[in-house]
């Protein structure tokens, strides 16, 4: 397998830094956390949808449903660049195109040490690190494999036409603490003569989990590197071929 820690025209579409915990803050204290970011002007709440429906006893149905604030999203003037602070955690999502891990993930430690300042969380329960890639790749097609490593395999007596698929994966991997979810699913192509493959990576960790700032961050640099392992692992040379 080849070992390429970066390439200059990666397939990245969005990578994502989350961090779930739980804090005693409400949703309307976070709001604190982007005060003075003047890099992120473009503020809208989120908030977490419930609904249920009830039959009476004239078997008339009853819909109900209601909406609680968890937090707030922020974009960058660009757009490229999106945080969220929740009552539940903190994500940090940088879109195409994608600058360098040094660069993403130096933003999102900024951003989550002001969250952890103000939402002073008592506990991390979950770890992620989520890379979404799209594979343009070239039309004739005749078989996956070329270029992906792990993808639709069809029986021989089926036509090997395929106009769509999705498929997900549920890895353990060998740390036992961290295990990844693949998602893989052909797209709208925005290239003539190109079959769009979404390769869809999170690598996350549920358990010992740090308690020192330190610590998650060199954490987050492990599942980067099991991101990679994964990644790779995934795709042929001849898709290499084409980030290059």
């Known amino acids: 397998m080849a070992l390429v820690t970066r390439y200059p025209h990666a397939p990245i579409t969005e990578a994502v830094i989350d961090i779930q915990c739980t804090s005693g803050r409400s949703a309307a204290e976070l709001e604190r956390v982007n005060a003075e970011e003047q890099c992120?002007?473009?503020?809208?709440?989120?908030?977490?949808?419930?609904?249920?429906?009830?039959i009476g006893p004239d078997s008339t149905a009853i819909a109900e449903a209601s909406a609680e604030a968890i937090g707030f999203l922020h974009r960058s003037n660009d757009r490229l660049q999106i945080y969220q602070t929740r009552v539940n955690g903190f994500t940090?999502?940088?879109?195409?195109?994608?600058?360098?891990w040094v660069e993403v993930?130096?933003?999102?430690?900024?951003?989550?040490?002001?969250?952890?300042?103000i939402a002073a969380p008592v506990a991390i329960t979950r770890i992620?690190?989520?890379?979404?890639?799209?594979l343009d790749i070239p039309l004739p097609l005749d078989d996956f494999s070329r270029y992906l490593r792990?993808?639709?395999?069809?029986?021989?007596?089926?036509?090997?036409?395929l106009s769509g698929y999705f498929m997900q994966l549920q890895i353990p991997l060998p740390d036992?603490?961290?295990?990844?979810?693949?998602?893989?699913?052909?797209?709208?192509?925005?290239?003539?003569?190109?079959?769009a493959?979404?390769?869809?990576?999170?690598?996350?960790?549920?358990?010992?989990?740090?308690?020192?700032d330190g610590v998650l961050w060199e954490q987050m640099e492990q599942?980067?590197?099991?991101?990679?392992?994964?990644?790779?692992?995934?795709?042929?040379?001849?898709?290499?071929?084409?980030?290059?």
């Open 150 to 161: 792990t993808g639709p395999q069809l029986s021989s007596e089926l036509p090997q036409g």
């Open 128 to 134: 992620a690190l989520r890379y979404v890639n799209r």
């Open 92 to 100: 940090f999502s940088r879109l195409a195109e994608y600058t360098s």
């Open 197 to 212: 493959v979404v390769l869809d990576i999170d690598v996350f960790r549920m358990s010992e989990l740090p308690n020192g």
């Open 40 to 54: 992120y002007p473009f503020t809208e709440p989120l908030f977490s949808a419930q609904g249920q429906i009830s």
């Open 223 to 244: 599942l980067r590197h099991e991101k990679n392992r994964v990644f790779e692992a995934c795709i042929t040379d001849d898709a290499r071929k084409l980030f290059q």
């Open 176 to 195: 036992a603490r961290t295990a990844c979810v693949i998602n893989q699913t052909i797209i709208e192509p925005s290239k003539l003569n190109t079959v």
């Open 105 to 117: 993930s130096c933003e999102a430690r900024r951003l989550w040490d002001k969250y952890r300042v």
